[in-house]
């Protein structure tokens, strides 16, 4: 009997389920664009029509059913989530029965890190399991388990943090409905198409110069996608206005790291569109978002996501005392989270029984200077070091350039050292130990 080929790559059609002749015609547009840049991937959303339905029901729920608790209680889901969670996941395997939420240790990205297994409901089928890695551009990198149609609830949760700025996000056939840019050294540059958006296209675009064949390709590809919704970060929504294409999107979401209130009033004017500011984790996919323009409060967006404010003893601290955003619950079945501490520091308030997130503190965007003089981002520095199995590093950059590596494993301190060689040039670098259990920033340069 023959074997099945496991090198071969998935076709369109297996990975686009529900791929209409109009989809698969967009999608070979994208591909074959004269000014299209080389695409490094292909990816689909692998969406079956049981999963679209699954999508729509959530989609239904988000739009229909906000965040609800009082100060002082719980969300009326969360007892029986809890009681049903609890029994399922190795990492809960000893603990008493019948605890309550307020009883439980919290968990953070460490323990993710350590062993994701122990954190997946042991009952779950595999075969739609989706893994993705994450580059760990602000603390341990992981690896995430979700499933085709958690992947496409990202867009429920993008609707509803649009009609916070009263901008749609229809089903768009026949044109870009979403663009992920970048601005990276290197990283994936995909083409798709998205079924629940019926079959609009999707694209992960890098704006970085060297993500394209010629020095006028990248504007004359943007223009000729003119996509519906634009995302990115402050990294690459700067090389944006940068280059200024001729577009007029509806709308710009901004995720990942701490967004200005300056380039967000400079990207409202020039793409003249709203501009959003989105709290989204990779473990959790999208919390809260708000008008950037605006700078008010955050308005949570899963309706099965308990936030609450933890001090460092676990306990939950009173309506507007800062402390640790700490989630759980999510859309994710395979990840379910258990007070997942996410690393950010806010306060909490209430309109009612509707909570909401203010004074949060989010991660700024990181940019060392490597040798010649040229910024480059710390993704890229994250990405650069991958193949070095790290549970935990730590690097900085001081006001004279010279640089600074913490190694929980020093036994890979000369492949590390001969990587930031080849990223940031032939600085002055000194590798130190990493003391263990401690909490350090992973990026971090210091302004002259």
């Given at each position: ?6 090198d ?24 074959e ?32 059913a ?14 029986t989530?809890?009681?049903r ?7 809960a ?7 309550t ?23 779950l089928?595999l ?24 992947c496409a609830?990202?867009l ?8 916070l700025?009263?901008?749609?996000l ?19 540059v995909?083409a798709?198409?998205?079924?629940a ?14 993500s ?9 590809y943007?223009q ?16 944006l ?18 967004l ?28 809260a ?37 700490t ?18 520091q806010a ?14 503190q989010?991660?700024a ?16 520095i ?18 004279d350039?010279?640089?600074?590596l ?25 590798v ?12 971090w340069?210091?302004?002259a």
């Open positions: 009997m023959s074997q099945p080929d496991t071969r790559l998935p076709t369109d059609t297996e990975r686009h389920p529900l791929l209409s002749d109009a989809g698969a015609a967009l999608l070979r547009a994208l591909r664009h004269p000014s299209a840049p080389p695409f490094n991937a292909a990816c689909g959303d692998r969406l079956d029509h049981q999963g679209l339905a699954a999508v729509a029901a959530y989609d239904a729920l988000v739009q229909q906000p965040p609800r608790w009082a100060p002082d209680g719980l969300p009326d889901w969360l007892p989530w809890l009681a969670t609890l029994p399922r996941i190795r990492a395997r000893g603990w008493p029965t019948g605890l939420l307020a009883q439980l240790p919290s968990s953070d990205r460490a323990d993710l890190t350590h062993d994701i297994t122990a954190h997946v409901p042991e009952d089928p075969d739609r399991l989706v893994v993705h890695q994450t580059f760990g551009s602000t603390g341990h990198r992981l690896t995430l388990p979700w499933t085709p149609e958690a609830m990202y429920p949760l993008l609707r509803r943090a649009l009609a700025v009263d901008v749609p229809p089903p768009l056939p026949g044109r870009v409905g979403v663009l992920l840019a970048c601005w990276q050294a290197r990283t994936v995909v798709s198409v998205a079924s958006l019926g079959e609009a296209g999707f694209l992960k675009l890098n704006l970085h110069p060297q394209w064949r010629q020095p006028g390709d990248c504007v004359d943007l000729w996608a003119n996509p519906w919704l634009i995302t990115g970060d402050p990294l690459s929504f700067h090389e206005l940068r280059l200024a294409p001729k577009i007029r999107p509806a709308a710009l979401v901004s995720s990942s790291m701490a200005s209130p300056a380039l967000a009033r400079d990207l409202r004017d020039g793409f003249g569109c709203p501009v959003v500011d989105l709290y989204s984790l990779n473990e959790t996919g999208p919390i978002a708000r008008d950037a323009c605006a700078e008010g409060p955050w308005t949570l967006l899963q309706p099965q996501l308990y936030v609450e404010v933890l001090g460092e003893d676990d306990q939950p601290l009173s309506p507007g005392h800062w402390g640790e955003l989630v759980t619950g999510g859309f994710d079945p395979y990840l379910p989270l258990l007070r997942y501490r996410t690393g950010d306060r909490l308030q209430w309109r009612g029984q509707l909570p909401g997130i203010a004074a949060l989010g991660r965007p990181v940019l060392f200077r490597d040798q010649a003089g040229q910024l480059v981002n710390n993704i890229d994250s990405v650069a070091l991958k193949p070095l199995p790290l549970r935990r590093f730590s690097l900085r950059q001081y006001a350039d010279r640089l600074e913490a190694l929980d494993q020093l036994e890979y301190t000369d492949p590390a050292r001969a990587i930031l060689q080849r990223c940031l040039g032939a600085l002055p670098l000194q130190l130990a990493l003391p263990e259990g401690d909490k350090v920033p992973q990026f340069r210091e302004q």
